[in-house]
């Protein structure tokens, strides 16, 4: 498998990860309990929930993804993209959950962009 097609699945799945947890944890309008013990049964409880189970699936298949990518890559050379997830985060933040858009954020991101070329190519 082409190392960087194994990168953009480690890429996608992460962000589907993300996106699917925030999407429950706002559907569900979690608020935890105070006790800690009941704090324990409602996380076990929410560990049983289909799209948060999916959310784990999603890591475990990035991880395999990663896997791949590793056995093709330098660590040094493969890790830098991975800070591209905040980037696909947040394009995903917008359209799907309608978070907050911000020049700011587009400004941080562009630099992370940059910081992840200059790091791959030099």
């Known amino acids: ?24 944890v706002d559907q569900l309008k979690i608020k ?4 800690l013990m009941d704090k324990a049964i409602y996380t076990i409880k ?4 289909p799209i948060i189970i999916s959310a784990f699936v999603a890591a475990f298949i990035a991880s395999l ?17 991975m800070s591209l997830a905040p980037a696909f985060v947040f394009l995903v933040g ?4 309608n978070e907050t858009f911000s020049w ?6 562009i630099f992370i962009i940059i ?6 190519k030099y």
């Open 1 to 24: 498998m082409n190392p960087y097609l194994s990168i953009l699945g480690t890429l996608l799945f992460t962000v589907y990860g993300q996106i699917a947890l925030k999407y429950r």
């Open 32 to 35: 935890l309990p105070d006790s």
């Open 46 to 49: 929410l560990l049983f929930d």
């Open 65 to 81: 993804f990663w896997i791949a990518t590793m056995t093709k890559m330098e660590l040094t050379k493969a890790y830098p993209f």
């Open 94 to 97: 917008i359209m799907l959950l």
């Open 104 to 109: 700011g954020k587009v400004i941080g991101l």
């Open 115 to 120: 910081g992840t070329t200059v790091t791959v």
